[in-house]
């Protein structure tokens, strides 16, 4: 366990979480370099901390204390709205990787601690999302569940492609299928990177071309 999450955060480490690309992801221009670098290198040291606490044991309290000491070094009066949700999202995805709880926290540094607590009590009388079905899979690499949550099914929608798929913890590309009468759907724990019609690829030419992203997008 801890030789796995030890590995997805040293990924985390390595990713250039603020290079343009990753602000065009999220349709929006990059900040400036050297905010984008102070952000960088706030995250790589939580994550480092990350790796010194697991490697000794699993306290998620002490886990969660870490994110909470790493989220206030940003301090979010010098971030705009776009930039303290990028911060948040990747605070997301540390907690995910060490599974600790830490919506509350984000809310709160997000939206101040009142308006938090009337995000959590209108929540109660919402209706919650109706998933039919969730597909799961484990990365190839580091067995993290790759999820694909099924929302709403039609009978006349065909199983018409492959996807090939990257892995948000270890950046390990994946092949899946979703069947038939998927209409909508959403991601969890990972990117759409390919879909090929199954017209013009089989199983075995839709592997092929897996292991070609593999070898040329490493």
Known sequence: MGGELVEKLNFFITKNKFSDSEWLK?????????LCNTMNSIFNDCAKSL????????????????LKNYLLKFDKKIYDTEEREFICDYFEELSKIVNV?????????LYGSLLNELIKFTSLFKSSEKVIETLSQQCTKCKTELNTIILEKQDDIPDSCYNIIKCKSCGEFNLIEKGPKVKNFRYENYELIEELNKEDFSREQAEIRLKQIQYFRK
């Open 101 to 109: 709880k830490f919506n509350n926290e984000l809310n709160s540094w």
């Open 26 to 34: 999220r349709g929006l221009n990059p900040s400036d370099d050297n």
């Open 51 to 66: 790796i010194i606490e697991v490697q000794k044991e699993f306290n998620p309290k002490v886990i969660k204390s870490i």
